[in-house]
């Protein structure tokens, strides 16, 4: 079976220095990874996904992932946070057998002081 | 152009009713998901749908609850003798083409229910 943990609720960090959210998965199956954002009042929106081809990803709003299989880890990182950024985050695993299926974690929520 | 929209984006309602939720997909989407999202939660899968068919219902937690798409566009998820524990938000998301893992599912704003 397919899951993902999130190791943390939530994060604080101060605007203009790096952002580290963790994530660990757990498949049967070669995975496909994703992490979404959750804005207040606003609907998901995919930031990046892993499939298979190279492990470091790049999404959107300078926000990189990097697949690490000997960790089963798929941390998001981002140099300099900003304002902005501040939202809820999910990292999300697709069930390997329905893979229109996703498995969202817990969620962390990522505060940036200014 | 218009993203995934859902109506109504709250819904208050009392033990033991009837509620009906709405999704309108992306035009020209041929996929279909309803997902849960309780406080503190991420999203659950509920169902998908290829066109007009449940391809998969495996998600939805009891037989209250019940999703249609007649026409293979609007969805309407329907909840009948409505419980405390239903009280969550409810999330359709659309996709191009059906199920693969690289047809990204785009999310709409969300339906909160809450059952006195």
């Known amino acids: 079976a397919q899951s993902v943990t999130q190791l943390d609720s939530h994060v604080s960090v101060s605007e203009g220095t790096p952002v580290l959210l963790r994530c660990n998965y757990s498949?049967?199956?070669?995975?496909?990874l994703f992490w979404y954002v959750q804005h207040p009042n606003k609907g998901l929106q995919l930031l990046l996904k892993?499939?298979?081809?190279?492990?470091l990803v790049k999404g959107i709003n300078g926000f990189e992932a990097e697949f690490k299989k000997s960790e089963t880890s798929f941390h998001l990182t981002k140099p300099s946070a900003h304002m902005s950024d501040a939202a809820e985050y999910f990292c999300?695993?697709?069930?390997?057998?329905?893979?229109?299926?996703?498995?969202f974690g817990s969620g962390t929520r990522l505060l940036v002081r200014p | 152009g218009a993203g995934v929209s859902q109506t109504p984006s709250n819904k208050v309602t009392e033990k033991g009713k009837y509620v009906e939720l709405r999704c309108d997909p992306i035009s020209g989407h041929t996929a279909l998901y309803w997902y849960r999202q309780s406080l503190g939660q991420g999203p659950e899968f509920l169902i998908y749908?290829?066109?007009?068919?449940?391809?998969?219902d495996s998600g939805l937690p009891n037989d209250r609850f019940f999703a249609v798409r007649p026409e293979g566009s609007v969805s309407t998820l329907k909840i009948q003798r409505t419980e405390r524990g239903d009280s969550a938000v409810y999330l359709c998301?659309?996709?191009?083409?059906?199920?693969?893992?690289?047809?990204?599912?785009?999310f709409g704003p969300g339906t909160r229910l809450t059952v006195l």
């Open positions: 999300v695993v697709s069930a390997g057998d329905s893979s229109y299926k996703l498995i």
């Open positions: 749908f290829q066109g007009t068919g449940a391809a998969d």
């Open positions: 892993y499939t298979s081809a190279a492990t």
């Open positions: 498949s049967s199956y070669s995975p496909s």
């Open positions: 998301a659309s996709s191009l083409v059906s199920g693969a893992w690289n047809n990204e599912q785009f």
